[in-house]
């Protein structure tokens, strides 16, 4: 499967402030979004031309698609865990 940079990027966009919660306000995450859609634009014009190099860019897009699947996940369970600590459903800070 092939991953454009704008998938990446917008994934790793919405990582950052689901993360940070409610401490990003709406104007903050809607100019995150619109650098995130210029850069992966950007680097979807760019990647092409590097196609032509001796890289796998493919593997390497995809490669950084699963990091940032582990690190959604690695938040889930990291509020998992201080719910659990709080003494609070599991199950609702894995909804988040």
Do not use: R, W, Y
């Not at 104007?27 to 032509?52: F, M, N, Q, R, Y």
């Amino acid at each position: 499967m092939t991953t454009s940079a704008n998938t990446l990027v917008t994934k790793l966009i919405k990582l950052i402030t689901d993360a940070a919660g409610s401490s990003v306000s709406t104007a903050t995450t809607a100019k995150l979004t619109a650098a995130a859609a210029i850069i992966g634009e950007v680097g979807d014009l760019i990647i092409p031309s590097l196609e032509s190099s001796n890289k796998d860019l493919s593997a390497i897009l995809d490669a950084i698609s699963a990091i940032e699947d582990d690190a959604d996940k690695l938040d889930t369970d990291i509020k998992t865990l201080v719910a659990t600590f709080k003494g609070t459903s599991s199950t609702v800070a894995q909804a988040a």
